[in-house]
């Protein structure tokens, strides 16, 4: 028998028959949302990593982000004093640009992502600058557990670029990531698509019908201020694009975002 959205209706082999029931908790829920962007898997799951290593394949690819180069937006932070020194966490560092340059600034630093291109690239920066990042590879969600080994406390959490591959219904997972790892006056930095210039503007629910991410989401000020209304906005602005020359990456598609976790003992501009 054939139910009416194409799925198939399960076997019955003597009497006995097993009606997939599994939906007892939010992440099952999750999941579940998960699996309706098969097989795409976009590009957030564990196995999505064969999607990213093909992405990375090829470091000679004319890709922005390929520049080794940090964020101007993470550069300018540091330079004006808004995110002091101390631990970090670089999600979804790709061939670790911004760990890197946080190294450099004398940060501890944990990177972590799913791509082994990514990381093993990253490996060949960080041993030609002689700088100490620790890479970790895999689901960044997973390993903040908080009996995994990305468990914080973060003074800065950093994601240039990994949250707008992220479904909508991942934000919660984010959100909770966040919640789990960001020190008390801790900093939440993020660059992602801008409405207007980069990224899908559909709605939500739209991604859902189509089972497709479209490449990424489009955000918009309002949008990250609402997702991230628990935090205190430090600064939100367009990225600068930057000269060849600068040593700096700046993309004028990008929205540059830092916030700031309420509670510690200040520092860091708001
Ligand atoms: C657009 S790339 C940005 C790379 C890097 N941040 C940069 O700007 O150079 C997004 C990265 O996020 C990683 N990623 C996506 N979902 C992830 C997850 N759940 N856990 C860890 N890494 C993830 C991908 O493997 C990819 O390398």
Redesign the pocket.
């Known amino acids: 028998m054939r139910a009416t959205d194409g799925e198939t209706e399960p076997e019955r082999t003597g009497g006995e028959v097993r009606v997939e029931r599994d939906i007892r908790t939010v992440e099952d829920v999750l999941r579940l949302l998960d699996g309706l962007f098969a097989p795409d898997a976009d590009?957030?799951?564990a196995g999505?990593?064969d999607w990213?290593d093909g992405f990375y394949g090829d470091r000679d690819r004319p890709v922005p982000?390929f520049v080794a180069e940090p964020d101007e937006n993470l550069v300018s932070y540091v330079a004006r004093g808004l995110v002091p020194p101390g631990r970090a966490l670089?999600?979804?560092?790709?061939?670790g640009?911004?760990a890197l340059h946080l190294a450099g600034l004398g940060f501890a630093v944990d990177a972590?992502?799913?791509?082994p291109a990514?990381l093993a690239w990253a490996g060949d920066r960080a041993r030609a600058a002689g700088a100490a990042v620790r890479f970790h590879h895999?689901?960044?969600?997973a390993l903040t557990a908080p009996d995994g080994p990305l468990a914080g406390p973060y003074d800065l959490v950093y994601d240039?670029?990994?949250f707008h591959?992220l479904p909508p219904h991942r934000r919660i997972s984010y959100l909770a990531l966040l919640d789990r790892v960001l020190a008390p006056g801790g900093h939440f930095g993020l660059t992602c698509f801008a409405a207007g210039e980069m990224g899908s503007e559909l709605p939500d629910a739209a991604f859902y019908r189509r089972s497709r991410l479209e490449g990424g989401l489009a955000y918009t000020p309002e949008a990250l201020r609402g997702i991230f209304a628990g935090l205190t906005e430090v600064e939100l602005r367009r990225m600068r694009d930057e000269p060849p020359e600068s040593g700096r990456f700046g993309e004028r598609f990008l929205w540059t975002a830092l916030f700031r976790r309420p509670g510690g003992t200040g520092g860091g501009g708001a």
């Open positions: 590009r957030w799951t999505a990593a990213w982000f670089d999600l979804g560092c790709g061939p640009r911004n972590v992502d799913l791509s990514a895999g689901d960044a969600f240039s670029g990994c591959h």
